[in-house]
């Protein structure tokens, strides 16, 4: 850890909520400004604890939870943010098992009130995943976690419930948190980076999970040699090439061949069946790549014939990093000795498919496969089983989109039609939706500000949130009948979605949205808002609720304050500009009158924003429905009927 805590004028101005500018007016005017320790002449460090002291002395530091002012110092102390995090959580741990913990690093130790002010509140657990989220918010130098959603579809392909698991490139603890809750016996993982592999064990072990997570090269030296387990799931690291090819030329790992040197992947595969016991199944991230390089046509051919590969999933771009790369999921599966190679494997196409319907249709298709294996599976455009004799050509090219059978051509002239007519709705709409705004008086003067803070502390409005998923299912006495309703998510609210069914996942206690509500995702690329209209739904996990007193403060007028470029930058947090802090963000005072005038222009501006998105959307796909249709001649050019066609080509 770092010798002092240090903070850059930029993350000066974030913590304030100011603009750069009024830090370089502060050190010019203020002579009790602290100095510089640190950094250089253009871009200097200063002293946290100073600044901090400093900003409270002058009335510019906003009022921060115990969590949030735990991990800016944690961050800022700390050489690498996994490593603070870590020591942080060997103490959690050491508190929640009663054991006495060794005396903290000497940077560390200034923090030790507020590490037990926030695990007094939360629970050693909770204050560990309360800075966990901290961690795991994108941001510069942070390590590119495997998304939940992702995880989450890994596993379900795997079946890890009720068996154990392995990762042998286990990250920060992505897949085995999902593992963790798709409900495994017990977890082991092995990563590369010391920091990420203690931070993935210390948050099995605050859950008292059998297994541990090992620091190590999986592939050069193999910290679970010999041991079996039910399950596989990992998502290697893409593109290495100095993986270790020469020194593990013939290891007893590569049970289908020796792995080429170009093929790092390919050895990721053939180390995850190793560790399979007969019948278990492993699910690895690969890239698209893979699927199709010439070097590996021997790998994937052997992984064929023996029964090994059962499926290919082609995933939709930005499911994961690299995100404009539309990556694949392979499944495996260890063979039992005496079994016969089945005659089919399963390929899905799924790089079009809304991600919010990926999982469900993913998985549907996974598991009638493996409810019939040998059967014709022919999904349109989206999944086929192939035969394997088919496979074996001279490409093994395992390319889902490239073995789909074509989409019928009276299928695709029905679907334009819709897809037209439904085009040509919306944009009839658009003219009479378009917002009417005029520039305000040169001399009016600017309204007074006020924050979301204070706006609650006047009790203009109530802040609910955000609310962290329950540990285990509520109690019947916790939710009532009439309370089991469907969950508003922030993938809702950012997607423009209806409230999702709820799953294992139910919140403690139960906050059911009403009228007027206002909702904020907490971690989000844009600032996005969404009102409740007549929802009948509850509050999902992270997810600020601002709950507007109506006699006061128009909620359509609330949200079209809240959601400016202005409070983007407002209530961005020091750690990324993704996490929001909606108690920061800034709101004019307006007489009620006003407000409604305005709350009413928001309301048809949200209305115009959800037609445009459509309209892209459906333009989109009339473009690639129209191109699909002539290149493969199920449409012709012009609007003449078929049958005139037909006669024009007999002629």
């Known amino acids: 850890m770092q010798e002092t805590p240090t903070i850059t004028a930029a993350e000066i101005a974030r913590l304030a909520g100011v603009g750069r500018a009024a830090v370089s007016n502060w050190r010019k005017r203020h002579a009790d400004f602290p100095t510089p320790v640190g950094g250089t002449p253009a871009s200097p460090e200063f002293d946290l604890i100073q600044v901090e002291q400093w900003l409270r002395a002058q009335g510019k530091l906003p009022e921060l939870a115990t969590a949030e002012r735990l991990w800016r110092h944690l961050a800022a102390a700390s050489d690498s943010p996994a490593a603070g995090l870590a020591d942080v959580g060997a103490l959690l741990l050491a508190r929640q098992r009663g054991q006495r913990p060794r005396r903290p690093d000497p940077q560390l130790a200034p923090l030790q009130p507020d590490v037990d002010a926030l695990a007094d509140e939360l629970g050693a657990q909770g204050a560990f995943d309360e800075l966990w989220q901290r961690f795991s918010a994108p941001g510069p130098g942070r390590p590119f976690a495997t998304p939940d959603d992702l995880a989450d579809l890994m596993v379900g392909l795997a079946a890890v419930g009720g068996g154990s698991v392995l990762d042998p490139a286990a990250g920060s603890g ?179 498919v809304d991600p919010s319907e990926l999982s469900t249709r993913v998985l549907a298709a996974w598991r009638a496969f493996t409810a019939a294996p040998d059967a014709e599976t022919d999904q349109a455009g989206f999944a086929r089983a192939v035969p394997v004799i088919e496979l074996l050509d001279e490409e093994v090219d395992l390319t889902p989109a490239r073995r789909q059978p074509a989409v019928a051509g009276d299928a695709t002239g029905e679907q334009l039609v819709r897809t037209r007519e439904r085009l040509a709705a919306v944009v009839s709409d658009l003219s009479t939706l378009m917002p009417q705004a005029t520039p305000s008086p040169a001399d009016e003067l600017p309204a007074p500000i006020l924050t979301v803070n204070e706006l609650a502390r006047a009790g203009a409005l109530q802040l609910i949130g955000p609310l962290r998923p329950a540990a285990r299912p509520p109690s019947a006495e916790q939710v009532p009948d009439g309370q089991r309703l469907a969950v508003l998510t922030a993938r809702d609210v950012v997607e423009g979605t209806a409230p999702s069914v709820p799953e294992d996942d139910l919140l403690v206690p139960p906050v059911p949205l009403m009228p007027g509500d206002v909702a904020v995702p907490v971690v989000t690329r844009h600032l996005v808002v969404h009102v409740v209209t007549d929802e009948q739904a509850l509050l999902g996990a992270n997810l600020y609720l601002l709950r507007p007193d109506p006699a006061v403060l128009d909620s359509w007028f609330l949200a079209g304050q809240l959601r400016t470029s202005t409070n983007q930058r407002q209530a961005s947090s020091l750690t990324g500009a993704l996490r929001l802090d909606i108690r920061r963000a800034q709101v004019r005072r307006l007489p009620l009158p006003e407000q409604r005038a305005q709350g009413d222009a928001f309301r048809r501006l949200k209305a115009f924003e959800s037609a445009i998105r459509q309209a892209a959307t459906l333009g989109a796909e009339l473009v690639q429905l129209t191109a699909d249709g002539l290149a493969r001649g199920d449409l012709q050019p012009g609007d003449r009927p078929r049958q005139q066609r037909k006669t024009s080509r007999r002629q």
């Open 174 to 352: 992505a897949i085995l948190r999902a593992a963790v809750r798709a409900g495994c016996t017990s977890a082991y993982g092995q990563e590369i980076d010391d920091d990420l592999a203690r931070l993935a064990g210390l948050w099995l072990a605050l859950r008292e999970v059998p297994g541990e997570v090992v620091a190590g090269d999986s592939l050069r030296a193999d910290a679970f040699a010999g041991r079996t387990v039910d399950a596989v799931v990992c998502h290697p690291p893409f593109g290495v090439t100095n993986w270790g090819d020469e020194e593990l030329g013939h290891d007893p790992r590569w049970i289908v061949g020796t792995t080429p040197r170009t093929e790092p992947e390919l050895a990721w595969a053939q180390h995850a069946l190793a560790h399979l016991r007969p019948g278990g199944h492993a699910v690895l991230l690969m890239p698209p790549t893979v699927a199709g390089r010439r070097a590996g046509r021997r790998i994937r051919a052997e992984l064929l014939r023996r029964g090994a590969l059962r499926a290919v999933v082609a995933l939709p771009p930005g499911v994961a990093a690299p995100h404009a790369v539309p990556l694949h999921l392979w499944v495996l599966r260890r063979p039992a000795a005496d079994a016969p190679p089945p005659a089919r494997a399963l390929l899905v196409d799924a790089a079009g």
